[in-house]
Nanobody, 126 residues
Framework: QVQLVQSGGGLVQTGGSLRLSCTASGGTFSGYSVGWFRQAPGKERDFVAAIRWNGGRSYYADSVKGRFTISRDNAMKTVALQMNSLKPEDTAVYYC???????????????????WGQGTQVTVSS
C-alpha cells in the first residue's frame, strides 16, 4: 500500500512556471511507475506525464510536451512535475499517481493506476 502526498501548485500568470511534488510512503517506491494526471472543471481526468519504475523513458501528453518535465528521486521517494510556459488551458486539479504493475500500453489510462494523491489546484491566469 502506497500513500501519496502532494505539494506545490497555486496561481501563476501565463508564461510562468510551477513545480509540483509528490512524496510517497509505504511500499517500495523504486518498484512503482509514477505519473501525473489533471482534471479541469467539467472534464475527465487526463494523462499528463509518466515515468516508468526503472526511471527510463518519460511519456508526455502532446499538449504538455516540451513544457513539462517529470522526474523522480527514488532515494527521497518523490516525483516532481516541473511546469514551464504555462497556459490558461493548463488550469486544473493535478493528481500524482503510482502503480507497481501498470503496463506501457496503459500509462495514459487513469483507471489503470492504483494509487492517487489528494490533488492540488493549478490556476493559470491570462
Amino acid at each position: 500500500q502506497v500513500q501519496l502526498v502532494q505539494s506545490g501548485g497555486g496561481l501563476v500568470q501565463t508564461g510562468g512556471s510551477l513545480r509540483l511534488s509528490c512524496t510517497a510512503s509505504g511500499g517500495t517506491f523504486s518498484g512503482y511507475s509514477v505519473g501525473w494526471f489533471r482534471q479541469a472543471p467539467g472534464k475527465e481526468r487526463d494523462f499528463v506525464a509518466a515515468i516508468r519504475w526503472n526511471g527510463g523513458r518519460s511519456y508526455y501528453a502532446d499538449s504538455v510536451k516540451g513544457r513539462f518535465t517529470i522526474s523522480r528521486d527514488n532515494a527521497m521517494k518523490t516525483v516532481a512535475l516541473q511546469m514551464n510556459s504555462l497556459k490558461p488551458e493548463d488550469t486544473a486539479v493535478y493528481y500524482c499517481t503510482a502503480d507497481s504493475e501498470i503496463i506501457l500500453s496503459s500509462l495514459r489510462e487513469g483507471t489503470a493506476w492504483d494509487y492517487w494523491g489528494q490533488g492540488t489546484q493549478v490556476t493559470v491566469s491570462s
